[in-house]
């Protein structure tokens, strides 16, 4: 089945620094990719999705590119800032009649002053 | 702005016990959906609807229940709590169904606790 791996558990940082959080996946159908964010106690909220190759997408100075080849779609930002602070999830929508959303582990992202 | 609303917000209770989740959304969307939320934040999908009718319902133990009256609420009841039930229960809903954009909007989640 469908899969989404998130190899960072926890991504420690100073604010200022840039980031990059891994994201790859498995799929047998044309893939929609997603971050979503979640703030300690606030629900999950889409932050970037994607589903054209090779194509930037950005969203609050975050960005992320969905590369099909390497079946990777990993989110990036070139200056953190102390509110991005959060649990970062990758998710991956099967384009199929099922319309299931599949998330990954989640990374969290802690930045320091 | 909040557009799925949970009810209750949380919720403790006692192993064997019945418990019951609302959620309701004003988006106008077709698709609506349970997850589940683990201790370490694992989400997991458990139910999705379609227009009141059941598309996805992964591997969750028969207590769980979902109940849709119409395409902007889906219920969902656990017949007899288990201690592994603990969880916060997400709302979610999404516009479109089959072959979609996926994303989805979620409530601010239910969290149950069994003693």
Known sequence: ?113 | ETAVFQTPNYHVTQVGNEVSFNCKQTLGHDTMYWYKQDSKKLLKIMFSYNNKQLIVNETVPRRFSPQSSDKAHLNLRIKSVEPEDSAVYLCASSPHWGGSTGQLYFGEGSKLTVL
């Open chain 1, 1 to 113: 089945g469908d899969s989404v791996t998130q190899t960072e558990g926890l991504v420690t940082l100073t604010k200022g620094l840039p980031v990059m959080l891994n994201c790859t996946y498995q799929t047998t159908y044309s893939p929609f990719l997603f971050w979503y964010v979640q703030h300690l106690n606030e629900a999950p909220k889409l932050l970037l999705k994607s589903s054209t190759d090779n194509k930037r997408t950005e969203h609050q100075g975050f960005y992320a590119t969905l590369h099909k080849s390497s079946s990777s779609f990993h989110l990036q930002k070139s200056s953190v800032q102390l509110s991005d602070s959060a649990l970062y999830f990758c998710a991956l929508s099967e384009a199929s009649n099922t319309d299931k959303v599949v998330f990954g582990t989640g990374t969290r992202l802690q930045v320091s002053p």
